[in-house]
């Protein structure tokens, strides 16, 4: 039977879905597990070399005489109740621009790699790009005691599935690598609104994630005069309206306050603490430097002045990541041998290919989201964008893997 991108998306759809018509496939969940082994068993049936490193990564090779790899790669897991494109398309597309090259007999000079990185959603333990950052050689040793909504470790996770923490270590693999090229929905309205078929990433934005506690004291609603009141929601929505306002000022900046909790939690008690987490991403390294000192400085002010405490946390911070040159021009120039002048943007939403970026040189192409719909049962691309987004990615992979100077 003939494979096809269309059908493979609505089989790995099938695997993890839910009542309401998302998905959910977590980090070491049987759900990610056996989408991972169909993905495999495909591999290995267009005659790549197929393993599974210490981080869970599945790696398929395309062995060739010499030189570092050219690869391409997304993710397989989703949010909770998410969509059936984002990040499956670029696994399944590369799969696809094997097919393509297979068909018309490519001989690489150099490897081609295709991988699905584990969680890079990070749904399960909060440990998002957990996958590349091990493969990047990063420390990701902190994310092995990250615990899930049950209580279970990443580690005592990777154990039940026949994985040893203490090996994570082992992926470290980027140093083979000598470009690398991702596919992805825009998972943002502009292709779709703008009717452009192919969108080229020139950056990813950096991302900033916080975790903010502001104290103050908890006392009776009723009681306590508004100038004697110590009240950390109020100082929390100083926050939220501040970052509002910058970010408003700010084209290139986006803030979001996504979760928040006030304590005790009383309808008449004044809260004594508020928790919340705030997502701050910059497109240049400069506005990126800023908003940190910036952030961290407001917050104190507000502090000051409504008398409360604060702890600020930094999950994360990481900077804009700029695509190269010379994978983005391989990308541009498989686009035009498809009649399509590729649309040059920024992604606001973090990718694999902002660690792996960090290390070799990386492109993303993107295709149009309907409505701009994602991390939702309604994310949608049509067949024919995702075909051609194969295409776009066979193209740019052959013009890479006959290279011999990267």
Not at 205 to 231: F, I, K, Q
Not at 383 to 402: I, K, N, W
Request: aromatic residues 6%; glycine residues 10%; contains cysteine.
């Amino acid at each position: 039977m003939t494979r096809t991108l269309s059908g493979d998306l609505e089989a790995a759809a099938r695997i993890g879905a839910l009542d309401d018509g998302g998905i959910s496939r977590f980090a070491w969940t049987p759900e990610l597990r056996e989408v991972t082994q169909w993905v495999a068993q495909e591999l290995e049936r267009l005659g790549l070399d197929v393993e599974t490193d210490a981080a869970g990564n599945l790696i398929g090779r395309w062995p060739a005489p010499a030189g570092k790899a050219v690869m391409a790669a997304s993710h397989l897991d989703t949010v909770p109740h998410g969509g059936r494109f984002d990040g499956v398309l670029g696994v399944l597309g590369a799969i696809e621009a094997v097919r393509i090259l297979r068909r018309a007999d490519f001989e690489p000079v150099r490897p081609i790699w295709i991988a699905a990185f584990m969680d890079e959603e990070g749904s399960r333990f909060g440990t998002a790009l957990f996958g590349s950052r091990a493969f990047c050689g990063q420390d990701v040793s902190a994310s092995l005691d990250a615990r899930d909504a049950d209580g279970i470790t990443m580690r005592e996770a990777m154990a039940a599935q026949g994985f040893d923490g203490d090996r994570v270590g082992e992926a470290a693999r980027v140093d083979e690598v000598g470009a690398y090229v991702e596919l992805h929905i825009e998972q943002g309205p502009v292709l779709d609104a703008r009717s452009e078929r192919v969108g080229l990433v020139e950056a990813i934005c950096g991302v900033l994630g916080y975790r903010v506690a502001l104290d103050g004291e908890a006392n009776h609603a009723g009681t306590t005069p508004s100038e004697m009141r110590h009240d950390a929601l109020v100082g929390a929505s100083r926050v939220v309206l501040a970052l509002r306002e910058r970010a408003a000022a700010r084209p290139e900046l986006s803030a979001t306050v996504g979760r928040i909790r006030a304590l005790p939690g009383g309808t008449n008690v004044i809260p004594g603490r508020c928790e919340f987490t705030v997502d701050l991403r910059a497109a240049t390294a400069g506005s990126f430097e800023a908003e940190q000192v910036w952030f961290e400085r407001m917050v104190a002010e507000v502090c000051a002045e409504e008398g409360l405490t604060s702890t600020v946390d930094c999950d994360y911070a990481v900077p804009p990541t700029p695509m190269a040159p010379e994978v983005t021009a391989a990308i541009e120039a498989a686009a035009l041998g498809e009649g399509i002048t590729p649309l040059r943007m920024v992604s606001g939403a973090g990718h694999d290919a902002m660690n792996v970026g960090l290390y070799a040189p990386a492109g993303m192409l993107f295709v149009p989201s309907r409505a701009g719909v994602s991390h939702s049962p309604d994310e949608w691309t049509a067949v024919e964008d995702c075909e051609l987004g194969a295409r776009v990615l066979a193209d740019a992979l052959r013009r890479l893997a006959l290279r011999t100077d990267i």
